[in-house]
Nanobody, 127 residues
Framework: VQLQASGGGLVQVGGSLTLSCTAS????????VAWFRQAPDKEREFVAA????????FYADSVKGRFTISRDNAKNTVYLRMNSLNPEDTAVYYC?????????????????????WGQGTQVTVSS
């Protein structure tokens, strides 16, 4: 599975962006898909995930209520809608995917839960 992320850019505080991640090489309708982000000099952190096989979504506390993950299986694409952006959201955003190997949401909050990664897209929020 190859993942291609896009949609990043420069946005002002309070603005919105939608990131896209398109998969090729395999239909991933039952895959777990996720977004992570990495700010300069920080560890890559979990943002949001969607478990296609059970339809559940879950978020990091820092983005809950502001970000929404969704997917369009017909297009093999997952989205991250980001609202009310603030400078702390500035980071490179990565999409990730993996077959549904585990039943625990906690497992999929970790980088180790994913085999396939996109190349990252930069999001910069200016104040």
């Amino acid at each position: 599975v190859q993942l291609q992320a896009s949609g990043g850019g420069l946005v002002q505080v309070g603005g919105s962006l939608t990131l896209s991640c398109t998969a090729s090489g395999r239909t991933f309708s039952n895959y777990v898909v996720a977004w992570f982000r990495q700010a300069p000099d920080k560890e890559r952190e979990f943002v949001a995930a969607n478990r296609g096989s059970v339809g559940s979504t879950f978020y990091a506390d820092s983005v809950k209520g502001r970000f929404t993950i969704s997917r369009d299986n017909a297009k093999n694409t997952v989205y991250l809608r980001m609202n009310s952006l603030n400078p702390e959201d500035t980071a490179v955003y990565y999409c990730a995917a993996d077959p549904p190997r585990q039943t625990s949401d906690l497992y999929y909050r970790s980088r180790n839960g994913y085999t396939y990664w996109g190349q990252g897209t930069q999001v910069t929020v200016s104040s």
